[in-house]
């Protein structure tokens, strides 16, 4: 049973449209975090944040923006989307060090 | 080199077969994660172990501490098995937590 919830499951979306990939968690968690994975390859970290009002940068530079205004909810927008930002956009929160929840994903497609 | 290295990252075997995927880690951890990747992209949490033996059905994941290496077997092996299997170690790089990924194992288990 998924206690963090991505949607839209899956997007295909025209470029220069702008987009908001949601990501939700009835955890608590205070720590939240986005990863990028095109096919057949690694997760990259692109966003993460410690808490409301906190957001960082992670290892993958991305054009992409977050916000976190609730604990639960740590959405990710696109302003302009070009087909360079077609991946899949992973979800995951983390109560302590070494417990993580992973989000089912995003796959988004921008033709 | 990567913090996490995964062998092998692709594994093909018979339906019943024992299947072993190994992780070594090069720093000190206080956990390990296996995770497995479906085609549709979701990522489950499969273990979460800082020493010793875990079990949850056909599958068992074994760490040893000193030797900094993690293994993931699969007994009695089935298709429905077939996926990524990604170990991922949560470390402190540069003050923040950040989860490091191995490079995945494709396992195709063949009827």
């Known amino acids: 049973e998924a206690d963090i919830y991505q949607t839209p499951r899956y997007l295909v979306i025209g470029t220069g449209k702008k987009i908001t990939l949601e990501c939700s968690q009835t955890?608590?968690?205070?720590?939240m975090y986005w990863y990028q994975q095109d096919p057949g390859m690694e997760l990259h970290l692109i966003h993460y944040?410690?808490?409301?009002?906190?957001?960082e940068k992670g290892d993958l530079s991305s054009e992409s923006t977050v916000s976190r205004i609730r604990t639960e909810h740590f959405p990710l927008t696109l302003e302009s989307a070009r087909p360079s930002h077609t991946s899949q956009y992973l979800c995951?929160?983390?109560?302590?060090?070494?417990?993580?929840?992973f989000g089912s994903g995003t796959r988004l497609t921008v033709v | 080199k990567n913090e996490v290295e995964q062998s092998p990252q692709n594994l093909t075997a018979q339906e019943g077969e024992f299947i072993t995927i190994n992780c070594s880690y090069s720093?000190?951890?206080?956990?390990l994660h296996w995770l497995q990747q479906h085609p549709g992209g979701g990522i489950v949490s499969l273990f979460m172990?800082?020493?010793g033996k875990k079990k949850h059905g056909r599958l068992i994941a074994t760490i040893n501490i000193q030797e900094k290496h993690s293994s993931l077997h699969i007994t009695a092996s089935h298709p429905r098995d077939s996926a990524v299997y990604i170990c991922?170690?949560?470390?402190?790089?540069?003050?923040?937590?950040?989860?490091?990924f191995g490079q995945g194992t494709r396992l195709t288990i063949n009827p």
């Open positions: 991922a170690a949560p470390l402190i790089i540069q003050g923040a937590q950040k989860l490091v």
């Open positions: 172990l800082s020493s």
């Open positions: 995951a929160s983390s109560e302590y060090q070494s417990s993580y929840t």
């Open positions: 944040s410690y808490g409301v009002n906190s957001t």
């Open positions: 955890m608590g968690h205070d720590k």
């Open positions: 720093v000190g951890i206080s956990a």
